[in-house]
């Protein structure tokens, strides 16, 4: 059973979704808590669920790094095999992705390498993209550049604003991390061997 730490930072539908395939005995995964960088509306799911929450705000920090260091705390103690960025819109400084590195993944709503960043919907559309969808992928030091572990495409239609188009990313984004997280505990192995 692979034990799971989800960090998100606004509704947690991805966090949802997840929760709700735990729900299924036969779901190889567990998930131990759901922590936030803010009092993000998200977490009701997980307390819905009966699954501890926490959260860490980066104000009543110094600096990042003692805020990223705080955030660690909260996970260490839980040992988890895997930590799930899902919507969780903070970039962890170099020192908290050493220390849970390849243990941390990340759902992002674009095919990257194309449109990393906070706006990836709205860099697709402006581009004039054809095609964008969602990419699961193994947080390293940059932003969405570590290696991928699946994506899926989603078409732009004629008439999507960010809004309608994202929601669409959104059912694609369920279903790959769902996904992902099954491959992963079915293989075993830590994400950076697989492959």
């Given at each position: 059973?692979?034990?799971?730490?989800?960090?998100?930072?606004?509704?947690?539908?991805?966090l949802?979704?997840?929760?709700?395939?735990?729900?299924?005995?036969?779901?190889?995964?567990k998930?131990?808590?759901?922590?936030?960088?803010?009092p993000?509306?998200?977490?009701?799911?997980?307390?819905l669920?009966?699954?501890?929450?926490?959260?860490?705000?980066?104000?009543?920090?110094?600096?990042r790094?003692?805020?990223?260091?705080?955030?660690?705390?909260?996970?260490?103690?839980?040992?988890?095999?895997?930590?799930?960025?899902?919507?969780?819109?903070?970039?962890?400084?170099?020192?908290?992705?050493?220390?849970?590195?390849?243990?941390i993944?990340?759902?992002?709503?674009?095919?990257?390498?194309?449109?990393?960043?906070?706006?990836?919907?709205?860099?697709?559309?402006?581009?004039?993209?054809?095609?964008?969808?969602?990419?699961?992928?193994?947080?390293?030091?940059?932003?969405?550049t570590?290696?991928?572990?699946?994506?899926?495409?989603?078409?732009?239609?004629?008439?999507?604003?960010?809004?309608?188009?994202?929601?669409?990313?959104?059912?694609?984004?369920?279903k790959?991390?769902?996904?992902?997280?099954?491959?992963?505990?079915?293989?075993?192995?830590?994400?950076?061997?697989?492959?």
């Open positions: 059973m692979l034990s799971v730490v989800v960090l998100i930072s606004g509704s947690g539908s991805n949802l979704a997840l929760l709700q395939a735990t729900k299924n005995p036969l779901f190889p995964a998930v131990l808590a759901v922590g936030s960088d803010k993000a509306p998200g977490l009701e799911h997980a307390d669920y009966g699954v501890p929450t926490f959260v860490v705000e980066e104000k009543h920090f110094a600096s790094d003692s805020w990223a260091e705080k955030l660690g705390e909260n996970i260490s103690h839980l040992d988890p095999d895997l930590i799930i960025l899902a919507g969780f819109m903070k970039v962890l400084p170099k020192s908290f992705v050493a220390k849970f590195s390849p243990r993944i990340n759902i992002h709503p674009a095919l990257l390498p194309n449109f990393p960043g906070a706006h990836a919907v709205r860099d697709a559309l402006t581009s004039g993209a054809r095609e964008t969808g969602a990419t699961v992928h193994i947080v390293d030091e940059g932003v969405d570590g290696p991928i572990l699946a994506q899926e495409a989603v078409t732009v239609l004629p008439a999507d604003d960010e809004n309608t188009l994202h929601e669409r990313i959104k059912l694609v984004e369920h790959l991390l769902i996904d992902t997280v099954k491959f992963l505990a079915s293989k075993q192995l830590e994400p950076s061997k697989v492959g």
